[in-house]
Nanobody, 124 residues
Framework: QVQLVESGGGLVQAGGSLSLSCAAS????????MAWFRQAPGKEREFVVS????????RYADSVKGRFTISRDNAKKAVYLQMNSLKPEDTAVYYCAAARSDLIFISPNQYPYWGQGTQVTVSS
């Protein structure tokens, strides 16, 4: 029903920046809350940030507050993640997720639709 494709991952030095994009194939993108999760090797999938359908409500994990910024463009059916001041601890596969809801969630179980992930590696 909903297809999500992430892009923009890569290798960056600590303190650097990356910008991720998620393109959605869906009829009405504004019906969906969106989120970014990440998963490092041997770790559970971790909540990063979520954003409501109109972009007016966001929620960030404490580990990324002040460094990461989520945004969305409903006309382009896309969500973005600007990552600044990157740390080696940010190294993970980053996943875009969607849920048809007016609410935003922090649990992976609450998002039915997922992208394939994009690798972000931060070197020291």
């Amino acid at each position: 029903q909903v297809q999500l494709v992430e892009s923009g991952g890569g290798l960056v030095q600590a303190g650097g920046s990356l910008s991720l994009s998620c393109a959605a194939s869906v009829r009405t993108f504004s019906n969906y809350a969106m989120a970014w999760f990440r998963q490092a090797p041997g770790k559970e999938r971790e909540f990063v940030v979520s954003i409501a359908w109109n972009g007016g409500l966001t929620r960030y994990a404490d580990s990324v507050k002040g460094r990461f910024t989520i945004s969305r463009d409903n006309a382009k059916k896309a969500v973005y993640l600007q990552m600044n001041s990157l740390k080696p601890e940010d190294t993970a596969v980053y996943y875009c997720a969607a849920a048809r809801s007016d609410l935003i969630f922090i649990s992976p179980n609450q998002y039915p639709y997922w992208g394939q992930g994009t690798q972000v590696t931060v070197s020291s």
